[in-house]
């Protein structure tokens, strides 16, 4: 079964750093792979998807992330983080078998920026 | 256009009551899933939903159910309530059933539950 594994729960950085979440996912081909952030009080939102294709994935928020096959990863960066990414990150895939309406969440990041 | 709609924002229930949230999906989107969040966690699966069928199920006891209705609305059902039903219940709609493609999931503000 997809399984993915956020490292950290808990990341801190200054306003203007770099961000960096990382995911790393288990199985034997190339999954499907998702970020969402959710803020606080509020339902998750879709950040990137990787499916097929570029490995380099742009999302919104000036986010990206790139998938690592020889790595298993799908780590999340953003070149200079705002006060405004503080907020839940969560890494995501679908079983293989089963589809994309089924996904399985990493345990989450909160990412916390200090002024 | 509206996004994912669930009622109510809040609520709270007893040991042993039951309880039924409701989501509206975005128009045109046919499938609808469920997800428990519990504090602290991320989102766990619980049920999938795509033309008023039962497409997948999450390892949640019988306590929980679920359907959708002729306009793709949908409710959770969750009986004999216990303190570790208490999490933020999450519902999120695609165009998709997610076999034929990978629509993406757009999730609703949730349903915050707790249970004394």
């Known amino acids: 079964a997809q399984s993915v594994t956020q490292l950290g729960s808990h990341v801190s950085v200054s306003e203007g750093a770099l961000v960096l979440l990382r995911c790393n996912y288990s199985s034997s081909v190339p999954p499907y792979l998702f970020w969402y952030v959710q803020y606080p009080n509020q339902g998750l939102q879709l950040l990137l998807k990787y499916t097929t294709g570029a490995t380099l994935v742009k999302g919104i928020n000036g986010f990206e992330a790139e998938f690592k096959k020889s790595e298993t990863s799908f780590h999340l960066t953003k070149p200079s983080a705002h006060m405004s990414d503080a907020a839940e990150y969560f890494c995501?895939?679908?079983?293989?078998?089963?589809?994309?309406?089924?996904?399985?969440f990493g345990q989450g990041t909160r990412l916390t920026i200090n002024p | 256009d509206a996004g994912v709609t669930q009622s109510p924002t809040h609520l709270i229930k007893t040991r042993g009551q039951q309880v039924t949230l409701r989501c509206s999906p975005i128009s045109g989107h046919k499938s609808v899933s469920w997800y428990q969040q519990v504090l602290g966690q991320g989102p766990q699966f619980i049920f999938q939903y795509y033309e008023k069928e039962e497409r997948g199920r999450g390892n949640f006891p019988d306590r929980f159910s679920a359907r959708q209705f002729p306009n793709y609305s949908s409710e959770l059902n969750v009986n004999a309530l216990l303190l570790g039903d208490s999490a933020l219940y999450l519902c999120?709609?695609?165009?998709?059933?997610?076999?034929?493609?990978?629509?993406?999931?757009?999730f609703g503000p949730g349903t915050r539950l707790t249970v004394l």
């Open positions: 999120a709609s695609s165009l998709d059933n997610g076999l034929a493609g990978l629509g993406t999931q757009y």
């Open positions: 995501a895939a679908p079983p293989r078998a089963q589809g994309a309406q089924k996904l399985v």
